[in-house]
């Protein structure tokens, strides 16, 4: 499958949203209409559509096609009822999904917005409009900042790896188009390689139990012609073992606390303790809206548990046929813990990639100073 088109997960224009489901990936591509903000919530509890700046996105667009709607019907009769209505739909749509901070980064300026421009309205369409316009925003800024990633990464990764003439990436997770406006974070990073003739081959974990790689991740290299190789989540410290050339773990990030502590996919954490004993890069790749100073460590971050059947069950097509089928691949009466996130402690991190550019700690120290790096 050549790269043609640019993948998108979110299709928008004003008054109207699309959203690629997820869950239905890689074997049938379905958009789905999102009307109302019920509509953005369901997608991003369900994970149709998932990743942390995609989930800031579509709930913050799922808002702006709600309240056009209703604001083209007159709903609205005055200024604080514009406001309240935006205010209390922001709140419902943080209840989505807690670990991801981009959710709550979006929401807070968006928050900032409706009060800035509800001080000078004369129509609660002033304030809707101010709304709709910076949830707009935020899908156009997202698709740079990634840019800015993928350069910045891949520069960092050329510049401190070993062997410049072999350059071999290993992800984790989804962190490409699917997971954002475009292009991606940590797959932006192994993109950007692939397009400048630096990278020779990129491999791309499973990442039980979503299968965000398998499923995701791996439609994404094939679709773009990067050479890639997919492998089982527990394949990855022989893959290092064996393949000295792997010179890079790159991988994403749902919440970054101010100590550089990275909240990510589940098998993250093992990712980095895998890298550290064979001694390669590991690089989180994140917009500085995962940033969140005010999580001053870690240990700090809630991490969302998820639904014991998405564990011990597995969805796809069954072979050689268009039918979707779901099989129970676990015992019935096991236990089951499903943590979708961990948290990979700072001093096993090499560098944090944003679209500002490259954090790295001072040497000596174990921790990320992520405020000086903002400020
Ligand atoms: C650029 S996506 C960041 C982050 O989000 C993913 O989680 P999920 O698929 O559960 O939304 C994964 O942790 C990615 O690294």
Redesign the pocket.
């Known amino acids: 499958m050549s790269a043609t088109r640019t993948l998108e997960a979110i299709k928008y224009t004003p008054g109207s949203l699309l959203i690629l489901d997820q869950l239905a990936l890689p074997h049938e591509t379905i958009f789905e209409p999102i009307l109302n903000i019920q509509d953005g919530h369901a997608a991003i509890k369900t994970?149709k559509t998932?990743?942390?700046?995609?989930?800031a996105i579509v709930a913050a667009l799922s808002l702006a096609v709600d309240v056009a709607t209703r604001a083209a019907k007159h709903e609205f009769k005055t200024v604080p009822q514009a406001v309240e209505f935006l205010n209390s739909s922001l709140e419902y749509l943080k209840t989505s999904?807690p670990t991801?901070v981009n959710l709550f980064d979006a929401a807070h300026k968006l928050s900032v917005v409706i009060q800035d421009s509800a001080k000078k309205a004369t129509s609660p369409s002033e304030v809707t409009d101010a709304y709709i316009n910076a949830a707009e925003k935020m899908l156009v800024d997202d698709v740079q900042d990634n840019k800015n990633i993928g350069k910045h990464g891949a520069a960092f990764i050329v510049e401190n790896c070993k062997n410049k003439e072999d350059i071999r990436v290993l992800t984790?997770?989804?962190?490409g188009s699917l997971?954002?406006a475009g292009w991606?974070?940590?797959l932006g990073i192994i993109r950007d390689l692939h397009k400048n003739g630096q990278l020779k081959h990129a491999y791309c974990t499973e990442t039980r139990p979503?299968n965000?790689g398998s499923r995701l991740t791996a439609y994404e290299l094939v679709y773009e012609n990067i050479p890639a190789t997919l492998i089982c989540d527990s394949m990855a410290s022989a893959l290092l073992h064996q393949n000295p050339s792997v010179q890079a773990i790159v991988?994403?990030?749902?919440r970054v606390a101010a100590n550089g502590d990275t909240a990510?996919?589940i098998g993250?954490y093992q990712l980095a303790i895998t890298a550290k004993h064979h001694n390669i890069l590991f690089i989180v790749a994140?917009p500085s809206t995962?940033i969140d100073l005010s999580t001053k460590s870690g240990k700090d971050i809630v991490i969302e548990q998820r639904p014991a059947e998405e564990l011990v069950t597995i969805t796809g097509l069954l072979e050689g046929k268009n039918i979707p089928a779901t099989v129970r691949t676990a015992a019935h009466g096991v236990g089951v813990w499903n943590p979708?996130?961990d948290v990979t402690p700072s001093e096993l991190i090499s560098a944090i990639v944003t679209e500002r550019g490259v954090a790295v700690k001072t040497p000596g120290k174990s921790e990320f100073d992520m405020k000086a790096f903002l400020q």
Request: charged share 15%; net charge positive.
């Open positions: 994970m998932r990743g942390a700046p995609a989930i999904r991801a984790h997770c989804n962190t997971a954002t991606g974070t940590a979503y965000q991988v994403g990030a749902d990510n996919k993250t994140a995962s979708s996130f």
